[in-house]
Nanobody, 120 residues
Framework: QVQLVESGGGLVQPGGSLRLSCAASGSIVSIGGMNWYRQAPGKERELVASITSRGGTNYADSVKGRFTISRDNAKNMVHLQMNSLKSEDTGVYYC??????????????WGQGTLVTVSS
């Protein structure tokens, strides 16, 4: 079975930086799009950033200019560099990816989440 595991979350002061990582493992043939979502306390989960299999990126308006998503296809990993963090960035960040587990089947997979807390 496929597993996604996030890491890199923690406590940081406003204006600080964090780098999140997500590693995919298991029965993987190939990985399509990869995404980072977040869920703040009491709010719905929202898409933060996405990257295609060929490296094209998109960001939520709230994080443009501050966050950068990247991927390493050889290592089945995706990263999220977060700079100039604000208190509103606080939440659980989840890795998501479309993964081909054989030549004719793909599906969406989610990590367990990593907590990011931005507070003074």
């Amino acid at each position: 079975q496929v597993q996604l595991v996030e890491s890199g979350g923690g406590l940081v002061q406003p204006g600080g930086s964090l780098r999140l990582s997500c590693a995919a493992s298991g029965s993987i043939v190939s990985i399509g799009g990869m995404n980072w979502y977040r869920q703040a306390p009491g709010k719905e989960r929202e898409l933060v950033a996405s990257i295609t299999s060929r490296g094209g990126t998109n960001y939520a308006d709230s994080v443009k200019g501050r966050f950068t998503i990247s991927r390493d296809n050889a290592k089945n990993m995706v990263h999220l560099q977060m700079n100039s963090l604000k208190s509103e960035d606080t939440g659980v960040y989840y890795c998501n990816a479309n993964i081909w587990t054989d030549m004719s089947r793909s599906g969406q997979f989610w990590g367990q989440g990593t907590l990011v807390t931005v507070s003074s």
